[in-house]
């Protein structure tokens, strides 16, 4: 990413178009303190929990979620430095839940490197991931009131029954659409709302404001993991930093290969089936199950809902005036369909 910080007068205006760039710009000095506090919290007498954070944290994520904190922070004209923990606490929360994932998933890559779990092992993932999961709380408890505790508890209570769902529908083609998008709001939707909502609880707006960003953070969420779920089977290797076809690979029932499920034909329904359930998976089947996709437009259908969701998000917005960082929040909606990784 580019470090370039811009002078306060070379900032876009209010009603000036932004790229990505300039968002990243714009919160890059909140980002730095926010990472620089990293280092101090994770602190061990334990070496290989030091490792292991060091690990995941460093290994090329976007900060998405505090970005969207430190925002909505500034839109809200949060004045203190609560801003910055918290931020960080959003990014510990995500974090756990990566190193769980993997373990679950016997995930081998993550962002294009060796996941944690395959260069330390599932038992010191799991248990680092609760370390990082139990800082996050002792962060927020000394930086928030119960108002916030409260978000956080219910958001990660939503995320592991999310997990669970997950689990519990692994290779089941029979899966429906909507219990497929209740995965999705438990276990990504919910926490970029909370990011949205927690920023909003510290800068005391007002009840109707608050309401409008959860439900701005809760739609940035779903289109997020419904692009994902379109890149995984469109975007190269070296894009997503893992193999093409990897949901499918684990078993993962996701909105394309769904929607893809409810138009095919007996055979077709039943070759997906044999895939799904399959120990491996081959490049010709896999080549087949895209074709299938393909046939039915299971990628456009799951980006026509991604941007429906983008378009819900940004009218979230309508209430607030117009200003910078509006406009970067705008712009940030606007990447979650734009990205290719």
């Known amino acids: 990413m580019n470090t370039k910080v811009m002078l306060k007068e070379e900032r876009p205006s209010a009603n000036q178009p932004m790229q990505i760039q ?15 506090g990293f280092k101090r919290s994770l602190s061990s007498n334990v070496p290989l929990v030091g490792k292991v954070s060091e690990y995941i ?12 904190f430190l925002l909505v922070a500034r839109l809200c004209k949060y004045r203190g430095e609560r801003h910055i923990p918290l931020a960080g606490v959003v990014e ?3 974090t756990a839940t990566l190193l769980h994932d993997d373990v679950v998933d016997n995930a081998t890559l993550r962002r294009g490197k060796k996941s944690a779990n395959t260069v330390w092992g599932n038992s010191a993932s799991v248990l680092v991931g609760d370390y990082i999961l139990s800082k996050a709380f002792a962060i927020a408890v000394a930086n928030s009131d119960m108002n916030v505790l409260n978000v956080l508890s219910q958001t990660t209570t939503s995320m592991a029954e999310g997990e669970v769902l997950q689990l519990a529908k692994h290779n089941d083609l029979t899966m429906s659409e909507q219990e497929y998008l209740d995965i999705v709001t438990n276990k990504t939707g919910v926490l970029l709302s909370a990011a949205a909502r927690i ?17 701005y953070g809760l739609d940035l969420g779903i289109a997020y993991q419904l692009m994902d779920d379109s890149l ?54 896999l080549a087949d199950v895209l074709e299938i996709i393909n046939r039915y ?19 979230s917005l309508t209430s ?22």
């Open 22 to 36: 300039e968002v990243f710009d714009l919160i890059h000095d909140d980002v730095k303190l926010m990472e620089e």
């Open 57 to 68: 944290l460093n290994s090329g994520g976007k900060r998405f979620r505090p970005m969207v």
């Open 92 to 94: 510990f929360i995500h």
């Open 199 to 215: 920023a909003a609880i510290i800068s005391d707006v007002t009840y109707e404001k608050e309401v409008a960003l959860i439900n």
């Open 232 to 285: 995984d089977y469109i975007s190269t290797d070296e894009d997503l930093g893992k193999g093409i076809g990897n949901d499918l690979r684990e078993g993962k029932v996701t909105m394309p290969l769904i929607h893809a499920n409810r138009n095919a034909t007996e055979m077709e329904r039943k070759l997906l089936k044999e895939t799904i359930e399959a120990k491996e998976l081959t490049d010709e089947r």
């Open 297 to 315: 437009k299971g990628i456009e259908y799951t980006v026509q809902r991604a941007t429906k969701h983008i378009e819900d998000a940004k009218q």
């Open 320 to 341: 607030f005036d117009s200003s910078i960082n509006k406009t970067a929040l705008m712009t940030v909606a606007d990447f979650v369909i734009e990205r290719k990784y």
